[in-house]
């Protein structure tokens, strides 16, 4: 075989090469895709903050439908500790979390739709100081049927939860339901004397002068015109 057909086979074997490199890049893209399911995050896992997160962003390879998407951030006991409503943005999720957490170590369980309808999500953990990692059941999943229990059915902590101040109507005994009984109201009106509220006696003393002065004067009224008849 002359130079020139070595030179020939080589380029052949090459661009047989490079065809299979192009073909698997080709095959392999997509379903790297579906498998980035989250772009990033923050915190990212296994991070361990110097101060405590006021919320967890989630930055996924798709647009996220807001009535799908979910993110449940738990502490070391399972409860959430999440407050107020998701933001949704584009790629982007948003959890806020209550403010002044305690240190431990925290998991993110997300969900967002899948292409199909159906819904899909994972789990991570990060820290707020020194982190301890455990192995989580949830770390990936999809479809509805594999859908976790703290995704369909978040529990909040019961303990740290702001209870709601309940009203008491206006005028109801807070203790018995019940309305109290009107209260008196004191009058400047003066007492009669009989009625109990002032003493008497001047009044019977008084009205006793008036009568014998006045049988007095009847007395000798009679006396004088006997004496002139």
């Known amino acids: 075989m002359g130079k020139a057909g070595r030179l020939a086979q080589i380029l052949a074997v090459a661009l047989v090469a490079l065809v299979a490199v192009v073909a698997g890049v080709a095959t392999a893209q997509p379903a790297s895709a579906e498998d980035d399911l989250l772009a990033t995050s923050d915190p990212y896992k296994h991070q361990q903050l110097t101060d405590p997160p ?4 989630l930055a996924f390879s798709r647009a996220v439908d ?17 407050v107020n409503s998701l933001i949704v943005e584009g790629t982007n999720v948003t959890a806020q979390v209550k403010p ?37 059941p949830d770390e990936r999943w999809s479809g509805n049927s594999a859908q976790p229990t703290v995704i369909a059915s978040p529990e909040p902590d019961p303990v740290t939860e702001t209870p709601v101040a309940t009203q ?9 339901g019940s309305v109290p009984a009107p209260t008196e109201t004191a009058t400047s009106a003066a007492p009669s004397p009989l009625s109990g509220g002032a003493d008497p006696t001047p009044w019977l003393w008084g009205g006793a ?21």
């Open 54 to 57: 006021s919320g967890v962003v």
């Open 66 to 82: 807001a009535a799908a998407a979910q993110i449940v951030v738990t502490n070391s006991a399972g409860k959430s500790v999440n």
């Open 100 to 136: 002044n957490l305690p240190k431990g170590t925290y998991t993110v369980h997300y969900q967002v739709n899948r292409k199909d309808g159906q819904v899909e999500g994972g789990a991570f953990q990060f820290s707020y100081g020194k982190g301890e990692w455990t192995n989580l």
């Open 168 to 176: 008491t109507p206006s005028g109801t005994d807070s203790a018995t």
């Open 209 to 229: 002068a008036v009568v014998l002065a006045a049988a007095a004067g009847g007395i000798a009224w009679r006396r004088s015109v006997t004496r002139r008849g």
